[in-house]
Structures are given as structure tokens and as C-alpha cells.
């Protein structure tokens, strides 16, 4: 607060005994005492009401987050994720291309060189495989046990 030092309180001292009289000296110092020691009480009392009012800011400002995470805990707390992916799937059943109703049904209405696009009920035509020539099969046990018992071997052509 005051940077006084034990010389300078020697000075002041020495001042007021002049100044005021060995006498009246003593009465002087129980008054500054008295005002000395209302003045750190009211210094104290306003530093407790400045922090008590620094805790309820900040009690305020935690009440104010804990709520913040209480509300998002309640959104965690009411995700269903086989709901939300049924109803992704539902959305993607329903209009599987995702065609919105400005799109024409006509082929004709389309943009020359772009394909027409295909509505939900459209059907795909089915394309049948391609037919690979079979691949020779691999001779069994039983057609060598049956070659052998008649006395030819397998790839004699007899």
C-alpha cells in the first residue's frame, strides 16, 4: 500500500511529539488507532462483498455451462441410430434416384444428350448372361477305377 519504512515512521514520529505535545500525544494515537482499525474493516468488508460478488458471477457463469452440457447430454441421450438409419433407408426407398417434382416424367423434356431419368416405377430390363463355353470337367475316380478294370488307361483313346 504506503512503502513507509521504519526510518520514515522514526521522522513522523519524531514530528508529531513536537508538533502535538508529549502530552496530547498519547490520546492522538488511540484516535488514528480507532480510525486506522474503520478503515481496514470497511476496506475488508468491501473486498468480501467485490469476491462474493466474483463468486456468484462466476457460479453463475458455471450454472450457465453446466446447463449448456445438460442440454446437449439430452440430445445424446435421445439418439436412436437404428432410427435414424431406417429412416435414411426409408428416404432412399421411396425415391431411390432422389428426382425432385420439377423433374419431367417425358424423355422428350430432357436436355438433348442427356439421358432421360427414370422414375420410380420404371422397370430394368433384365439381360441374361453370357454363355461361356464349358470347361472340360476333370475325370472321377469311378471313370479311372473303370478304365483300369477293363484295361485301358485314361488318355489311351482305346
Known sequence: MFDIG??????????ALIAIGPKELP???RTVGQYMGKIRRMASEFQGQFQEAMREAEMADLKKSVDEMTDAAKG?????????????????????LATTST????????????PAPMSSDATIPQTSPAI???????????DTAAETKH????????
Open 6 to 15: 521504519w526510518s520514515e515512521l522514526v521522522v513522523i514520529a519524531v514530528v
Open 103 to 114: 423433374a419431367s416424367a417425358s424423355p422428350e423434356a430432357a436436355a438433348p444428350g442427356t
Open 151 to 158: 484295361g485301358t488307361t485314361p488318355g489311351s483313346g482305346a
Open 132 to 142: 461361356a463355353p464349358e470347361a472340360p470337367q476333370p475325370e472321377t475316380n469311378a
Open 76 to 96: 445424446f441421450t435421445d439418439f436412436d441410430p437404428l432410427a435414424s438409419v431406417k429412416k435414411e433407408v426409408d428416404s432412399f426407398t421411396a425415391d431411390p
Open 27 to 29: 490520546a492522538v494515537l
